[in-house]
């Protein structure tokens, strides 16, 4: 059948209509329904159906209950009204949106838009056709954004952030309510935010805060700062802020910011810096105090020299190093000659002064790797390492000796002081540091017994005379305890008439094993622990007891000397003692040694001396010629006699030089009114001699020994000394017995 052309070729037209219709739709995703209750048909597009996850083949019939069934159950009476308001060609409902299940079982978000296109004669609506679009994607992005929103705002609810956003060009600011709540203004003043931001900022923040501002938005990078507000209400907070820049849809460039307040958190930090401060400045205190202490308890308090304590760890440490390298440990002890005398004489602030003046100059003489400490008293120790040869710590003892040596001023008095030094050196895996000490403290003991002023190496030999010698001054002083200690008397006489004109007492020691001791045994031992002045008390004692007993057998002896230490002269309360012995004046001398007293006199030796002139006690210089002293510092001490040292006499005989050298000190004696004893009188010689001379007194073996005191009654009444002229040769061979301490002791 032809068809006319025409409608041939409207219905090509329309074909192609309806195709391109067709792909449109296809493209859009939009799935197509169309209602047509006059021909009762219902058609469903492809994508109707695939949205809806049917095959495009199957048949969708159109059944409206069925479809009912597959809305979400929450949805389903508004849909139910919704399609009915749409079939009525309701304006409202012509787009709705709702869930319907899918074949897989999940719920679809579906967008339904349909109208009514054709009505019945009587207007009733006969066709209604529309599109379904999946809207699931966008409803979920919207449900992530209000969510995402619904957490921001909680989140910035929590935190009490402002928010606000400015338009760069347009010059205007939009602040969110908790903003202004930070700020303290209410919602009216919103217009004119930006000016009011700016009068609340604190003056002295104002100008930092436009600078960074201005700073940010001309390189249009974000920034971050905090300053101080003043609120109307007076309150000042502190404000962090963050801004960041971005441009929005339409290219405008635009700030976000948010806003906080820090004030609490500024002021908790501020209060945990202090107290961290605080904390620390503690913790400095503690550990000054700490250090301090330490310090105190490894240092003399008096000049500031490490202590005993110190000097032992670092003793033991130095040690270590020299156990395993090749270096020596050299110990030098040093203790102050002297010193006790400053110390009694002039008090402890002169004692104190002369123990720092001492303290620097060991710190300057030694190296700065050399250790010194005080260890009490005036004792001191040097610890010297490196390669320490003897020769080098000989020099160090002598220039530390020859700086102790000289005076020092101390107000208005020179004092003189020495130092005798004992050394000690080890080294090698052996070296026991202990040991060192207690070496270097033996040959200290050496230095001083030699004579003071000087350094003594430690040697074993020394050590045993030492230990001996220590033993020797413990039996010393049980002697003491036991009276063992007592004087024989040597006869003194007229060198003229050989009358007696008086005795010496001379100290002996009965030992309970040993026997009878001279001095030479005991004297310098006691010297050394101290004893003697006591000594000499005891003989003195014993001495006025003695002469009692002399008188009651009819004996008088003119005069008693007895000799006396340089330590009993220094003894403030010798006056005291003598005038408790209540000795009758002119009876009792004192014979001093010329070496000990003359020069360096200090007033407790001077007083001393005036006290025995008052108590008629006279002083007899001893040895004299064997020391330095000059005349006229003899003649301070005023001395009824000189002693001449028996050395100046023993050659009398022999040598005219030794006979002129006496007579000019008789001579001497005479014109300044001294009288003159000649010591060690041998021979029957010498008597003779020395009465040629003019000597006024003899002491000797030629005319007496000394002897206990109970025989010296019988010994004046035979006077045998009287017939002693042809004993020259006698006498003479006996001379060496006091050197035999057998024959010295049969002898006394
Ligand atoms: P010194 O004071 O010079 O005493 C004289 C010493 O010479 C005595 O020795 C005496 O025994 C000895 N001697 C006497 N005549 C002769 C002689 O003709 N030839 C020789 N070679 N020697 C003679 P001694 O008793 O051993 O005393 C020695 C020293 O001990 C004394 O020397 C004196 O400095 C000291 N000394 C003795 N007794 C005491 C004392 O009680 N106190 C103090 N502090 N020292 C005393
Ligand atoms: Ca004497
Ligand atoms: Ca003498």
């Not at 059948?1 to 195709?19: I, T, Y």
């Not at 401060?277 to 205190?285: G, I």
């Not at 003594?456 to 050590?463: G, H, I, K, L, N």
């Not at 003779?688 to 002491?699: K, N």
Request: hydrophobic share 40%.
């Amino acid at each position: 059948m032809l068809l006319p052309e025409a409608l041939r070729q409207g219905a090509v037209d329309l074909s192609e209509r309806e195709s391109r219709w067709n792909y449109a739709l296809v493209g859009s995703a939009l799935g197509v329904w169309d209602h047509n209750h006059r021909l009762g048909t219902r058609f469903y597009s492809d994508t109707w159906k695939t949205m809806r996850g049917m095959a495009p083949e199957e048949d969708a019939d159109g059944d409206y209950e069925a479809w009912i069934s597959l809305i979400h159950p929450d949805d389903r009476a508004f849909v139910i009204k919704a399609v009915d308001g749409q079939n009525a060609g309701d304006p409202a409902y012509q787009i709705f949106e709702y869930r319907e299940r899918h074949r897989d079982g999940r719920w679809i978000w579906i967008e339904c838009r349909g109208a009514v296109v054709e009505w019945d004669a009587d207007g009733t609506p006969t066709r209604v056709v529309g599109t379904d679009t999946d809207i699931t994607a966008r409803k979920e992005a919207e449900e992530r954004l209000a969510h995402m929103s619904r957490r921001l705002d909680l989140a910035l609810d929590i935190s009490d952030i402002g928010v606000f956003e400015a338009d760069i060009a347009g010059g205007t600011v939009e602040w969110d309510d908790r903003l202004l709540a930070i700020y303290g203004i209410s919602i009216t003043e919103r217009t004119t935010v930006n000016e009011t931001w700016m009068s609340l900022i604190h003056p002295d923040d104002s100008q930092r805060v436009s600078d960074t501002i201005a700073a940010a938005v001309e390189t249009s990078s974000d920034f971050h700062h905090e300053f101080r507000i003043v609120r109307h209400d007076g309150a000042e907070r502190v404000i962090r802020a963050k801004g960041a820049f971005f441009t929005d849809g339409d290219g405008c460039q635009r700030l976000i910011g948010a806003n906080w307040d820090v004030t609490e958190e500024v002021r908790l930090n501020a209060e945990l810096q202090r107290a961290k401060d605080l904390a620390e400045a503690r913790n400095q205190e503690l550990e000054a105090a700490k250090e301090s202490i330490e310090h105190l308890a490894l240092h003399d308090y008096l000049t500031g020299l490490p202590n005993r304590r110190y000097l032992d760890r670092m003793l033991e440490e130095r040690a270590q190093v020299c156990r395993t390298g090749e270096l020596t440990l050299a110990v030098l002890h040093i203790d102050l000659d002297r010193f006790k005398q400053i110390n009694d004489t002039l008090g402890h602030r002169a004692g104190d002064a002369m123990l720092k003046h001492a303290a620097t100059v060991l710190r300057q003489s030694v190296r700065a790797s050399d250790f010194v400490a005080r260890i009490g008293g005036d004792e001191f120790v040097v610890l010297c390492t490196i390669n320490v040869t003897p020769k080098k710590i000989s020099n160090l003892a002598e220039r530390i000796i020859a700086e102790l040596c000289r005076p020092i001023r101390y107000e208005n008095h020179d004092c003189r002081f020495g130092a005798s030094i004992g050394i000690a050196t080890g080294s090698g895996p052996s070296l026991d540091a202990k040991q060192l000490l207690l070496n270097a403290d033996i040959a200290l003991y050496r230095a001083k017994s030699a004579g003071r002023n000087r350094h003594e190496f430690f040697s074993t030999d020394a050590r045993r005379r030492i230990i001996a010698s220590k033993r020797l001054a413990d039996d010393i002083l049980i002697g003491l305890e036991r009276g063992e200690f007592v004087p024989v008397y040597q006869p003194q006489f007229h060198a003229r008439t050989l009358d007696i004109a008086g005795v010496e007492t001379l100290a002996r020691w009965q030992h309970r094993e040993h026997g009878l001791l001279t001095p030479d045994r005991f004297l310098s031992t006691a010297e050394d622990i101290n004893v003697v002045a006591a000594i000499d008390a005891l003989i003195l004692e014993q001495a006025l007891a003695d002469r009692k007993q002399w008188e009651k057998d009819g004996i008088t002896i003119p005069k008693i000397a007895v000799n006396v230490s340089s330590r009993r002269l220094d003894d403030p309360n010798l006056g005291k003692k003598l005038r408790a012995l209540k000795i009758q004046p002119g009876t009792v001398s004192f014979e001093l040694l010329e070496s000990i007293s003359l020069d360096d006199c200090d007033d407790a030796v001077i007083a001393n001396l005036r006290q025995l002139r008052r108590l008629g006690i006279d002083i007899e210089i001893d040895d004299f010629g064997t020391g330095h002293a000059s005349i006229v510092s003899l003649l301070k001490l005023s001395p009824k006699t000189l002693k001449i040292d028996r050395e100046l006499i023993r050659m009398l005989p022999q040598s005219s030089d030794q006979r002129k050298l006496v007579r000019s000190i008789i001579e001497i004696g005479r014109s300044l009114n001294i009288l003159v004893t000649a010591e060690g009188v041998e021979t029957m010689d010498h008597v003779r001699i020395l009465g040629d001379l003019g000597c006024d007194m003899l002491q000797g073996y030629a005319l007496a020994r000394p002897m206990p005191g109970e025989q010296i009654p019988s010994f004046i009444r035979a006077a045998s000394w009287r017939h002693a002229d042809d004993g020259t040769q006698r006498v003479h061979r006996k001379r060496r017995a006091p050197i035999d301490p057998q024959l010295s002791n049969k002898s006394l």
